[in-house]
């Protein structure tokens, strides 16, 4: 009989469920321990509560101007405006979650499904690094190390501070804090600083392309540089067009027409040197260092203990108007390359052999050559290297490769092979220019151009610059006179040879100054014709009878701080001044007889928006409104018949000085305008002060050296170096209307006992006397 098999037992499964919970009940114990380990610092130190709650980032500190528009940043490495999350525009949003993590906003720091995608396939399908990640990686997280075992560390690192970002702040919160972080390249620190340099905007107006490009550079900036390589960044740009197709966040019609476009970039690089109101920025930043050692930073754990204007972040509210800059610094631009040309026409070896020096022996140009080799920034350079003077010597008559200021080129520069010795020499051929707009009743500075171009030329000739104003100085003689002897602009002196004896005023010898052309016509003049004619005899007069000590008085009220001697010979502009003083001074006549001082930042913030400074007002009453009202009347006359009448007329288009040297011309300018034009001695200097009820602008042109200079008046007088300026930037400060810049006549006192209607005064000495000859009285 045959023999029963028996059957093999069913095999049991139960061991195998056995053990697959035992393993991942371990890898979960084991994920948990990892994490609770790393929390505890066992993989290097974690940030804190404080740290996690207030980030320590390096934040540039901004310069604001009065329209709202930042001018400029403060930064050393970290140029970062941080910037809310309702600023940042949907667009960009939706083309950074479709890209970089598909399923923010369900998951928790930490996207499960990519990070194990990523271990399964060993990181062949993408990363699992989700946007919260990647924040903590900048944050928190040092350079990615080479090392596989420390890198593990830091990932694991990464996912405990990104939980722990989770739990901390909103989703929105955290996609604007690593939006704010990301470093774009060319010192593009954070989303707004990016769409500023790469695209001249602020990041509420990007277009969907444009965010696209910006996007595609968060996974990698050096490797996608849109300035480098369009073509590998355009392709990039269009991957994450189509990642926001595949969302659902574009249709297909609008991915293939957005990817079909052009890639535009307008490369805006911001720093020191460049952009809007350099050398003002440069001003602003002597203010806070001087506001930084008189306000010391509340004491706080970890912190500095002393403000740092290139890393705290702090907001500076300056009174610059930045449509107002721009006119001025475009009218200097204008005007100066124009006025140039004609300069090295003039200047030209057959023309000047000792160009662009005029009038001056060798032994003097030696002089002024050492001198400016002595104090360059090579000289310094070389000198603190230890090499001696004859060492130094030599190397500035090598040849050498160097970039330098161009007025001709594009970019304003070009390149090219000279000695450092020629190259001082060629930038001493450069007439300089300066500018400041105010308004007097404020005293808010609107428009400061210190110079021609700041990355070569970093003297601002607004504050440090001092140079004699000539017959700008004028105005001061004639209003202490109105003010102390009571004289009117209708009053008469003669135009004839006018002597002040030695021992008198201080003078050691007598002291008879003659007019510009050399010529006294023996006419009477009226103040007013006399003042906008620059009659130097009828000053002289006005200067003998108040005295030079009541001339001192008032102009230090006015604001003028520089050496003024108490002599007879201020009268015709001897004295040293600086724009920035002159526009105060002259300020006070439009503000109805009170200095109000010049003021460029209102308010200091800091990061938080805690105001840490706000500007209290300057003023000082120096002149009744009756007397700066007639101030004001005489100078009018500049501009209706005198130096100054070239801002009305349009009548000298044929005129070779007009056509190519009076930028702009004709201006054609009807509304009130008083002003003084100022030309010093040999033509060193040309100045032009201009003033509208709310707002009184400076002009300044000259050499580095005052042997630079024109050989003739002709275009040597401020009415053509300077007035030029000043008549463009009104033409465009007219053209937006937005400004505000006033047509309108200047306010006059009620019940005026100075007379300053010089018709009505006329007419009146007619009707009592119709046989008096007027013509001698000057009027």
């Known amino acids: 009989m045959a023999k029963a098999v028996k059957k093999k037992a069913a095999p049991s499964f139960g061991k195998f469920i056995k053990w697959f919970w035992i393993l991942f009940g371990v890898g979960i114990l084991s994920v948990v321990l990892l994490f609770f380990v790393a929390a505890q610092g066992w993989f290097g130190e974690m940030p804190t509560f404080e740290r996690l709650e207030n980030p320590q980032t390096n934040l540039a500190t901004q310069i604001i101007s009065s329209d709202g528009q930042t001018l400029g940043k403060f930064y050393l490495n970290d140029n970062r405006t941080p910037i809310p999350f309702d600023s940042i525009p949907k667009n960009f949003i939706e083309a950074l979650v479709a890209t970089e993590d598909i399923r923010y906003y369900s998951h928790s720091g930490i996207d499960a499904r990519g990070t194990l995608r990523a271990l399964v396939s060993l990181g062949g ?57 990301y470093d774009f390249g060319y010192a593009a620190d954070g989303i707004r600083s990016a769409a500023k340099i790469y695209f001249g905007k602020e990041p509420s107006y990007l277009k969907v392309e444009e965010s696209a490009v910006l996007v595609g550079m968060l996974n990698n900036s050096s490797l996608y540089n849109p300035i480098r390589r369009k073509e590998l960044v355009k392709k990039r740009r269009n991957l994450v ?36 109101a350099t050398y003002f920025r440069m001003y602003v930043q002597g203010f806070m260092n001087d506001w ?67 009038d001056l022996k060798q032994n003097q140009i030696q ?40 007025w001709t080129s594009e970019t304003q520069e070009k390149d090219t092979v000279m000695t450092p010795m020629d190259s001082i020499r060629y930038y001493k051929t450069f007439l300089r220019s300066a500018m400041l707009s105010m308004e007097p009743q404020t005293g808010h500075v609107k428009a400061w151009v210190g110079g021609i171009d700041y990355k070569h030329f970093q003297y601002d000739n607004v504050y440090q610059g001092r140079r004699q104003a000539g017959s700008t100085f004028k105005p001061f003689v004639y209003a202490a006179a109105i003010d102390q002897l009571r004289r009117s602009p209708c009053d008469s002196l003669p135009d004839t040879q006018y002597c002040i004896e030695a021992e008198k005023h201080g003078n050691v ?77 002259y300020g006070t006549f439009a503000n109805q007889g009170v200095f109000v001082e010049p003021v460029m930042v209102t308010r200091i913030e800091d990061k938080n928006g805690t105001v840490l400074y706000e500007y209290v007002p300057k003023t000082k009453d120096v002149l009744s409104k009756e007397v700066a009202y007639a101030m004001v009347d005489l100078m009018k006359g500049v501009t209706e018949g005198g130096s100054g009448t070239r801002l009305r007329h349009a009548y000298q288009k044929n005129n070779r000085v007009y056509k190519e040297i009076i930028t702009g011309y004709p201006y054609e300018l009807s509304n009130p305008i008083a002003g003084k034009t100022g030309t010093t001695q040999n033509q060193s200097d040309g ?68 007379k300053v209607d010089c018709k009505k005064v006329r007419d009146e000495i007619r009707q009592s006397d119709p046989e008096d000859d007027l013509d001698d009285l000057g009027i």
């Open 125 to 181: 399908k993408g990363g699992a690094s989700t946007i919260t990640q990647q924040l903590s990686k900048l944050l928190f997280t040092e350079r990615a190390s080479s090392n596989k075992v420390e890198r593990v560390k830091q990932k694991i690192k990464e996912w405990v501070i990104a939980t722990r970002l989770e739990r901390q702040y909103t989703k929105e919160e955290i996609l604007a804090m690593y939006l704010n972080q």
């Open 241 to 276: 067009l189509s990642q926001m197709h595949v969302a659902d966040f574009i249709t297909e019609k609008q991915k293939d027409s957005l990817q079909a476009l052009e890639m535009v970039i307008r490369f805006n690089p911001e720093s020191h040197k460049d952009g809007l």
């Open 292 to 358: 930084i050692k008189e306000n010391p930073k509340p004491a706080l754990e970890g912190e500095r203990d002393k403000w740092n204007i290139y890393l705290d972040g702090l907001k500076i509210y300056t009174t610059i108007d930045s449509r107002m800059q721009r006119n001025a610094e475009s009218a200097v631009t204008d005007h100066m390359k124009n006025l140039q040309a004609e300069f090295f026409h003039q200047n030209t070896p057959d023309r000047n052999k000792t160009a662009p020096f005029l």
């Open 367 to 406: 002089s002024i050559m050492k001198r400016a080799m002595k104090s360059s920034d090579r000289w310094r350079a070389m000198e603190r290297a230890g090499k001696s003077e004859s060492e130094i010597e030599a190397s500035f008559n090598e040849k050498t490769q160097m970039t330098v200021f161009d």
């Open 509 to 585: 010898e007598p002291w008879c100054p003659k007019n510009s052309d050399g010529k006294y016509s023996g006419k009477n003049y009226t103040l007013k014709k006399a003042l906008a004619n620059s009659v130097n005899t009828v000053t002289a007069q006005l200067i003998d009878q108040v005295g030079p000590k009541s001339v001192v008085s008032i102009v230090r009220n006015l604001g003028l701080k520089g050496e003024i001697l108490e002599v007879p010979s201020i009268a015709l502009g001897t004295p040293d001044s600086n724009l920035y003083e002159m526009v105060g001074a």
């Open 687 to 754: 100045w032009f002060m201009g003033m509208v009820p709310n707002l009184v602008t400076g002009v300044w042109v000259g050499g580095e050296e005052r042997s630079v200079r024109f050989k003739s008046i002709t275009y040597g007088q401020g009415a053509a170096m300077a007035l030029p300026i000043w008549g463009l930037y009104m033409k465009r400060n007219y053209e937006n209307e937005d400004l505000g810049i006033s047509k309108r006549d200047f306010v006059k006192p009620k019940n005026m006992s100075i």
